[in-house]
T-cell receptor
Framework: DVKVTQSSRYLVKRTGEKVFLECVQDMDHENMFWYRQDPGLGLRLIYFSYDVKMKEKGDIPEGYSVSREKKERFSLILESASTNQTSMYLC?????????????FGNGTRLTVT | GENVEQHPSTLSVQEGDSAVIKCTYSDSASNYFPWYKQELGKRPQLIIDIRSNVGEKKDQRIAVTLNKTAKHFSLHITETQPEDSAVYFCAAGYTGGFKTIFGAGTRLFVKA
């Protein structure tokens, strides 16, 4: 069974702080994704990566960056956290078929920026 | 841009009744349509999916239908049970692409 692990379940940060959200998957999946989940808006794609050191912007990349130095690890970085980034963040992975295959999600990190 | 519209946003049914959730997608290239269930405080998990070469797929009490011409797909849950209460997301993607576009979600309440 695929396991996607997000390092923190809950985080509280102050405005202006640099925030790192970490995600590790154990199934050797090529593709990894960061989504943001807000009520009434569904899941929106922030960034994705299809290979080590490769990254692509999703639909809402502003204010975020990512890092993928190893195949199993994908990090989301909030360069300067703002209150409108308070949200649930979900990491996911998938095999090479990408949009044609199921996503395996982590448990999520609920980030509060005060 | 690509989007997926999902209705209704909230659905309340009596235990034993059926529930139907409908989605519409905009990208003609979409050929993969998964449905995810997210229980309170948990991760979204795939419950059923359908590819564009199939019109209907069933798995016990859950079925999904796809109308490619109209760009509609629907989730049908029969004989609902309280443990079916959750948020359900439809999504659309395509083989060879990377993006999966999600609907806004439907919160299903099954009253015992």
């Amino acid at each position: 069974d695929v396991k996607v692990t997000q390092s923190s379940r809950y985080l509280v940060k102050r405005t202006g702080e640099k925030v790192f959200l970490e995600c590790v998957q154990d199934m050797d999946h090529e593709n990894m994704f960061w989504y943001r989940q807000d009520p009434g808006l569904g899941l929106r794609l922030i960034y994705f990566s299809y290979d080590v050191k490769m990254k692509e912007k999703g639909d809402i990349p502003e204010g975020y960056s990512v890092s993928r130095e190893k195949k199993e690890r994908f990090s989301l970085i909030l360069e300067s956290a703002s209150t409108n980034q308070t949200s649930m963040y979900l990491c996911a992975s998938s095999p090479p078929a990408g949009g044609g295959s199921p996503l395996h999600f982590g448990n999520g990190t609920r980030l509060t920026v005060t | 841009g690509e989007n997926v519209e999902q209705h209704p946003s909230t659905l309340s049914v009596q235990e034993g009744d059926s529930a139907v959730i409908k989605c519409t997608y905009s990208d003609s290239a979409s050929n993969y349509f998964p449905w995810y269930k997210q229980e309170l405080g948990k991760r979204p998990q795939l419950i059923i999916d359908i590819r564009s070469n199939v019109g209907e797929k069933k798995d016990q009490r859950i079925a999904v239908t796809l109308n490619k011409t109209a760009k509609h797909f629907s989730l049908h849950i029969t004989e609902t049970q309280p443990e079916d209460s959750a948020v359900y997301f439809c999504a659309a993607g395509y083989t060879g692409g990377f993006k999966t576009i999600f609907g806004a979600g439907t919160r299903l309440f099954v009253k015992a």
